[in-house]
Each structure stands twice: as structure tokens, then as C-alpha cells.
């Protein structure tokens, strides 16, 4: 699930650009070259985990707030939260 949310990202614009600001564009062209020849597996198998783990927050509410920390410290000016409970991270995701 958490390499899936790499690909719906990837493949909308705007995001896009941001991952590519990040580091990350020839992941996201190969993301989104792959997504638009309708090889929907290989999109998701291009995704590696680290965009997911440098990008988003994951964890305990300490984890999400030191990672948010991060950001501001960085130079970020605005920081968007979205909750998410249950099971939603597995094994692979720090804090999981």
C-alpha cells in the first residue's frame, strides 16, 4: 500500500514536479513512463521505498512531529498532516 501511494503521486503533476525538486525525477519519469504505457506493476515496482520514507512522515505522533521538526528546520513554510490510524503501515515503513 505504501508503494502504491508513491505511484498515485507520481503520476499527477504537480507531484510530480515536487518529487522531481526532491531528487527524484528520473524515479518519477520512470515511474510515470511505465503508468502511461499501462504497466501498472512495473510503475509500482519503480517505486522505490526510500521516496515514500524521505517524503512522508511515518510513526508514532513523536516520530511525525520530530520528522515535521525536519521540515520547518529546513526552511519549510507550510506542513500538511493527514492522520491516518489502523493498518496502514507494515513492516516496511519505520514506525510501522
Known amino acids: 500500500m505504501l508503494l502504491q501511494l508513491g505511484v498515485n503521486y507520481a503520476i499527477v503533476g504537480a507531484y510530480a514536479n515536487a518529487f522531481g525538486l526532491a531528487g527524484y525525477a528520473e524515479v518519477v519519469s520512470e515511474i510515470r513512463r511505465r503508468w502511461d504505457a499501462g504497466d501498472r506493476k512495473g510503475a509500482l515496482d519503480s517505486v522505490p521505498l ?3 520514507t524521505d517524503l512522508a512522515c511515518f510513526g508514532s505522533a513523536e516520530d511525525v512531529a520530530s520528522r515535521v521538526r525536519q521540515y520547518l528546520d529546513a526552511g519549510a513554510e507550510v506542513s500538511a498532516i493527514h ?8 513492516e516496511c515503513c519505520p514506525g510501522g
Not at 83 to 90: L, Q, S, V, W
Request: aromatic content about 28%; proline content about 0%.
Open 83 to 90: 492522520a491516518r490510524y489502523g493498518a496502514f503501515c507494515f
Open 50 to 52: 526510500e521516496i515514500c
